[in-house]
């Protein structure tokens, strides 16, 4: 099991694009978390999303969206980038009560 | 509101010295704790969780409500320890919720 992975690595934006970044939780968890973690920051939190729905969601404006697949697999999608959206991305997949595991996130450069 | 401190970001001791990563927390309710670490050029991992009150990598951290604290602790240093390290506090219950972490130390260890 590779537990989770996230695709792309790293990617460059302009100010205002559209970004999708993916997930791919470990197998046998069903429940995929979002966080942005800004240089010198600790995460913070963006959705969680169960069951194809978003069940949770931290302080984040509606230009955040997600979605999660029947698979489980999961996207972020940022519209209208800002400069202050570069950070990196991390996803991280739990199945019941303990444990999130955690990707190796996405670094996401907006010029 | 929830929140998690981690007062310093950069602890610096010598290779066999006892460690102490300070974590204090602001939750109404009873608090579920968590310490995460992330090695250079690793994916974040679990440390340890308040609830197991297990000790790993010989790193303990016991949850102190009076004071609101959970800090992490370890007897002697090693330059492998040399890691960021994180303290999280989960919002929610069971696999609903989400993680609030602190701004992380880094600690080095020096030979």
């Known amino acids: 099991d590779a537990g989770v992975t996230q695709s792309p690595t790293h990617l460059i934006k302009t100010r205002g694009q559209q970004v999708t970044l993916r997930c791919s939780p470990k197998s046998g968890h069903d429940t995929v978390s979002w966080y942005q973690q800004a240089l010198g920051q600790g995460p913070q939190f963006i959705f969680q999303?169960?069951?194809?729905?978003?069940?949770q969601r931290g302080n984040f404006p509606d230009r955040f969206s997600g979605h999660q697949f029947p698979n489980y697999s999961s996207e972020l999608n940022v519209n209208a980038l800002l400069l202050g959206d570069s950070a990196l991305y991390l996803c991280?997949?739990?199945?019941?009560?303990?444990?999130?595991?955690f990707g190796p996130g996405t670094r996401l450069t907006v010029t | 509101a929830q929140r998690v401190t981690q007062p310093e970001k950069l602890l610096s001791v010598f290779k066999g010295a006892p460690v102490e990563l300070k974590c204090n927390y602001s939750y109404s309710g009873s608090p579920e704790l968590f310490w995460y670490v992330q090695y250079s050029r690793q994916r974040l991992q679990l440390l340890l969780r308040h609830i197991s009150r297990e000790s790993i990598k010989g790193f303990t951290a016991d949850l102190n409500k009076g004071e609101t604290s959970f800090h992490l602790k370890k007897p002697f240093a090693q330059e492998e320890d040399s890691a960021m390290y994180y303290c999280?506090?989960?919002?929610?219950?069971?696999?609903?919720?989400?993680?609030?972490f602190g701004q992380g130390t880094t600690l080095q260890v020096k030979p």
């Open positions: 999303y169960y069951e194809e729905e978003e069940r």
């Open positions: 991280a997949s739990t199945l019941g009560e303990y444990e999130q595991y």
């Open positions: 999280a506090l989960r919002h929610g219950s069971g696999n609903t919720g989400k993680l609030i």
